[in-house]
T-cell receptor, first 112, second 117 residues
Framework: KNQVEQSPQSLIILEGKNCTLQCNYTVSPFSNLRWYKQDTGRGPVSLTIMTFSENTKSNGRYTATLDADTKQSSLHITASQLSDSASYICVVTLYGNNRLAFGKGNQVVVIP | DAGVIQSPRHEVTEMGQEVTLRCKPISGHDYLFWYRQTMMRGLELLIYFNNNVPIDDSGMPEDRFSAKMPNASFSTLKIQPSEPRDSAVYFC???????????????FGSGTRLTVV
């Protein structure tokens, strides 16, 4: 079973609307949790990073939350733009060996 | 800095041929990673280097895969012989330090899309 599960696998939203992506993980303990944005044909780019003691982090219109008790994180996109169309990948860093556990990503398509 | 540079961007080869993927990390970064990405499995770590030394190659699928880092500014991932199931996007990433509480970020290249026919 994958250590990081993301949902929904894909979604389509109208430009200007908000959306929330979910990440559930079983990795424990962990050092940090990152959300990456991957545009088509490009490598992933880090959006946010949170340690286990943080519960929210913002980067412009992107806001990530973390609940270490329930092992859940979410990425909220506010007022979506066409450029938000991408795959969003949740990545958890294992404490100790610093290995990364990747989710398979949420594919977001923003339509005008 | 131009970021992590990978070449070629696309590679199409016949089954059985040797394939060499190249990566130039960000200057000053002491860690270099090779990842493979497929729709079914997402991103998978193949191998990583620290100061040009391979540290963990447990993700390398089989002996057909090999990676080298002869100096701090260059690394190769070689597949010999290639098979259709090797078709994927291969990413190189580099970082200053290894991900942890310090939050060192990984910078990914744009990837090499490999198609083996």
């Amino acid at each position: 079973k994958n250590q990081v599960e993301q949902s929904p696998q894909s979604l389509i939203i109208l430009e200007g609307k908000n959306c929330t992506l979910q990440c559930n993980y079983t990795v424990s303990p962990f050092s940090n949790l990152r959300w990456y944005k991957q545009d088509t044909g490009r490598g992933p780019v880090s959006l946010t990073i949170m340690t286990f003691s943080e519960n929210t982090k913002s980067n412009g219109r992107y806001t990530a939350t973390l609940d270490a008790d329930t092992k859940q994180s979410s990425l909220h996109i506010t007022a979506s733009q066409l450029s938000d169309s991408a795959s969003y990948i949740c990545v958890v860093t294992l404490y100790g060996n610093n290995r990364l556990a990747f989710g398979k990503g949420n594919q977001v398509v923003v339509i005008p | 800095d131009a970021g992590v540079i990978q070449s070629p961007r696309h590679e199409v080869t016949e089954m059985g041929q040797e394939v060499t993927l190249r990566c130039k990390p960000i200057s000053g970064h002491d860690y270099l990673f090779w990842y493979r990405q497929t729709m079914m499995r997402g991103l998978e770590l193949l191998i990583y280097f620290n100061n040009n030394v391979p540290i963990d190659d447990s993700g390398m699928p089989e002996d057909r895969f090999s990676a080298k880092m002869p100096n701090a500014s260059f690394s190769t991932l070689k597949i010999q012989p290639s098979e259709p199931r090797d078709s994927a996007v291969y990413f190189c990433a580099s970082s200053l330090g290894l991900g942890g509480a310090q939050g060192y970020g990984y910078t990914f290249g744009s990837g090499t899309r490999l198609t083996v026919v």
